[in-house]
């Protein structure tokens, strides 16, 4: 949701419910617990953060086991902040054994269930992970300055002041964030140079960076770059979920050239996908140097540049340049590839 005057807004998402119990993880304010209740509003909606309830069933499991029973067998149910208490998972999977239950279990943090003895369910419910709103879902409502700016965290969105909701939040879920920051690990391909191993942090959201480094306002052209990169990285991982658009992510640079570098790297088999991205309007020479770089790659497909600018263009080497705009409706169609 997100504010519209005095109401709040009700973005339709893009993600769909698979057909068996399911792991539904994103960081908070994203719009978990409102995408369950429109895909599921039926079915019972267990809430861990409701303190007596969870209580009771810390003291005493068996209550939860109870409830499960009462219900008709192939029954849905929501468990939401599911991470709060993981040994509620060894009565899931017995009911969906016993009763054929189907499960949707949210919650903030992936890695909070992978501690010792956490019953995962053996590949019994599938992993599905929320990110904020892309500009498909946003539609014309879309603003790429304002993204970078704030952010698209439904949550952001929908605050009277934006400002004070971003400080309220990263104060909130600053350890949890920081720990929720996904790394890119570095491709290995063993070209003639010696690639550079190190990973690369990203956040799930540009309004959380600048939130936790005390920006607010406009855009400084100093920030666009990082900001519009990190943007970039989400955006891939969001459809690389819903559609499959890649088997595995990395960035590449080789370790001889700090200069050099492609952002992200897409492995779909044995093919490859190079993308670099640069927040200037105007493209240089030098702005093209990784993706000319990389064509060494055997299985290198596609080289994109994608840039804030409006006119399309392909050089004599076979790089295409590419506006965002260009990049948002090919990962909308699912035509990132050639």
Same mark, same amino acid.
């Given at each position: 949701?997100?504010?519209?005057?005095?109401?709040?807004?009700?973005?339709?998402?893009?993600?769909?419910?698979?057909?068996?119990?399911?792991?539904?993880?994103?960081?908070?304010?994203?719009?978990?617990?409102?995408?369950?209740?429109?895909?599921?509003?039926?079915?019972?909606?267990?809430?861990?953060?409701?303190?007596?309830?969870?209580?009771?069933?810390?003291?005493?499991?068996?209550?939860?086991?109870?409830?499960?029973?009462?219900?008709?067998?192939?029954?849905?149910?929501?468990?939401?902040?599911?991470?709060?208490?993981?040994?509620?998972?060894?009565?899931?999977?017995?009911?969906?054994?016993?009763?054929?239950?189907?499960?949707? &279990?949210? =919650?903030?943090? %992936?890695?909070? $269930?992978? *501690?010792? /003895?956490?019953?995962?369910?053996?590949?019994?419910? !599938?992993?599905?992970?929320?990110?904020?709103?892309?500009?498909?879902?946003?539609?014309?409502?879309?603003?790429?300055?304002?993204?970078?700016?704030?952010?698209?965290?439904?949550?952001?969105?929908?605050?009277?002041?934006?400002?004070?909701?971003?400080?309220?939040?990263?104060?909130?879920?600053?350890?949890?964030?920081?720990?929720?920051?996904?790394?890119?690990?570095?491709?290995?391909?063993?070209?003639?140079?010696?690639?550079?191993?190190?990973?690369?942090?990203?956040?799930?959201?540009?309004?959380?960076?600048?939130?936790?480094?005390?920006?607010?306002?406009?855009?400084?052209?100093?920030?666009?770059?990082?900001? &519009?990169? =990190?943007?970039? %990285?989400?955006? $891939?991982? *969001?459809? /690389?979920?819903?559609?499959?658009?890649?088997?595995? !992510?990395?960035?590449?640079?080789?370790?001889?050239?700090?200069?050099?570098?492609?952002?992200?790297?897409?492995?779909?088999?044995?093919?490859?996908?190079?993308?670099?991205?640069?927040?200037?309007?105007?493209?240089?020479?030098?702005?093209?140097?990784?993706?000319?770089?990389?064509?060494?790659?055997?299985?290198?497909?596609?080289?994109?540049?994608?840039?804030?600018?409006?006119?399309?263009?392909?050089?004599?080497?076979?790089?295409?340049?590419?506006?965002?705009?260009?990049?948002?409706?090919?990962?909308?169609?699912?035509?990132?590839?050639?």
């Amino acid at each position: 949701m997100v504010a519209t005057g005095s109401e709040p807004r009700l973005y339709p998402r893009i993600y769909t419910a698979p057909g068996q119990s399911f792991f539904l993880f994103g960081p908070r304010g994203v719009g978990k617990s409102t995408w369950a209740a429109q895909q599921f509003p039926n079915a019972p909606r267990i809430d861990l953060l409701d303190e007596a309830l969870y209580q009771s069933y810390l003291i005493d499991p068996d209550i939860f086991a109870g409830e499960l029973r009462a219900l008709a067998d192939h029954s849905w149910v929501v468990v939401d902040e599911i991470q709060r208490l993981p040994s509620l998972l060894n009565q899931v999977h017995r009911f969906i054994e016993e009763k054929r239950h189907r499960f949707v &279990l949210l =919650g903030s943090s %992936a890695r909070k $269930l992978k *501690t010792s /003895g956490t019953n995962l369910l053996a590949g019994r419910a !599938l992993r599905r992970t929320m990110y904020p709103l892309v500009p498909e879902e946003l539609r014309e409502d879309f603003s790429l300055e304002a993204v970078l700016q704030h952010g698209s965290l439904p949550v952001i969105l929908q605050a009277h002041s934006k400002k004070e909701a971003l400080r309220a939040y990263v104060e909130l879920y600053l350890k949890e964030e920081i720990k929720a920051a996904f790394r890119l690990p570095a491709f290995e391909g063993r070209l003639r140079v010696r690639e550079r191993r190190h990973p690369k942090l990203y956040w799930v959201d540009p309004g959380i960076v600048r939130a936790l480094k005390k920006h607010s306002g406009m855009l400084a052209a100093e920030e666009k770059g990082a900001l &519009l990169e =990190g943007w970039v %990285a989400t955006l $891939l991982r *969001t459809y /690389g979920e819903l559609q499959e658009v890649f088997d595995e !992510l990395y960035y590449w640079a080789p370790a001889e050239s700090r200069q050099t570098e492609v952002d992200f790297l897409l492995q779909r088999g044995r093919q490859y996908l190079a993308i670099e991205v640069k927040s200037n309007p105007r493209i240089s020479p030098e702005a093209l140097s990784g993706l000319k770089a990389i064509s060494d790659l055997k299985g290198v497909t596609r080289r994109i540049l994608v840039y804030p600018g409006k006119r399309e263009m392909k050089t004599t080497e076979g790089i295409e340049v590419w506006p965002v705009e260009r990049l948002l409706r090919a990962l909308a169609a699912n035509k990132l590839w050639p």
